[in-house]
Every structure is written in structure tokens, then in C-alpha cells.
């Protein structure tokens, strides 16, 4: 069983920080891509940015320059640094990734449940 745990979320003024962590754990043999997503109250699901196994890393246009992601493969974790907050921000962030079970499995993608960001004006 392999589950994605967020945390770091909660209630930051605008222009104020915050850093996501997500730990994979469970029957693991591989991470490939891990990724944070967003859901505003009203909106859909969007990608915030995503990192291979690698290092290299892509941004939606909207968080580009304000929003840092990085992840180190010995823990199996994946961050995000949000600066610069505004209240559009605002959304459950869930952590996102790719992972073989064994070296013989397929690439299966994996969810963790989310957690609040909330930026007040």
C-alpha cells in the first residue's frame, strides 16, 4: 500500500509564505515524476508544478517565480515553497506521484488527500 501525506498548509496573510512537504511512504520501489496540484473553492483541479526524478522542474505560467518546487529522492518527499501569496491562492494543494510497487510493476499515479491553504487579504 503506498500512500502521499501533505502537510505544511494553513492561514497565511497575502504576500506571506508557506512550504509544502509530502512524504511518500509504503511498498515502494520507484518514484519517477511528483508533482503538486491545487483546487480553488469553485474551480477545478489545476497543475501548480511538477519535478522529475531528475530534478528538472515545470510551472504553471501563474506560479512561476513565486512558487519553488523540490523534492530529495532518499526520503521520497517533494516540497513546495510558496512566497509572494495572494488570496487566489487559495485551494487544498495535493501532492502527486508516479510509482513502481516492484521493479517489474507498471507506473502507477498516486494521490495524497490535501491540505488547506488558506490566504486572507
Known amino acids: 500500500q503506498v500512500q502521499l501525506v501533505e502537510s505544511g498548509g494553513g492561514l497565511v496573510e497575502a504576500g506571506g509564505s508557506l512550504r509544502l512537504s509530502c512524504v511518500a511512504s509504503?511498498?515502494?520501489?520507484?518514484?519517477?515524476?511528483m508533482g503538486w496540484y491545487r483546487q480553488g473553492p469553485g474551480k477545478q483541479r489545476e497543475l501548480v508544478a511538477r519535478i522529475t526524478s531528475s530534478g528538472s522542474a515545470t510551472y504553471s505560467d501563474s506560479m512561476k517565480g513565486r512558487f519553488t518546487i523540490s523534492r530529495d529522492n532518499a526520503k521520497n518527499m517533494v516540497y513546495l515553497q510558496m512566497n509572494s501569496l495572494k488570496p487566489e491562492d487559495t485551494a487544498v494543494y495535493c501532492c502527486?506521484?508516479?510509482?513502481?510497487?516492484?521493479?517489474?510493476?507498471?507506473?502507477?499515479?498516486?494521490w495524497g488527500q490535501g491540505t488547506q491553504v488558506t490566504v486572507s487579504s
Open positions: 509504503g511498498s515502494i520501489f520507484s518514484i519517477n515524476a
Open positions: 502527486n506521484a508516479d510509482i513502481k510497487i516492484t521493479r517489474y510493476s507498471l507506473w502507477s499515479n498516486y
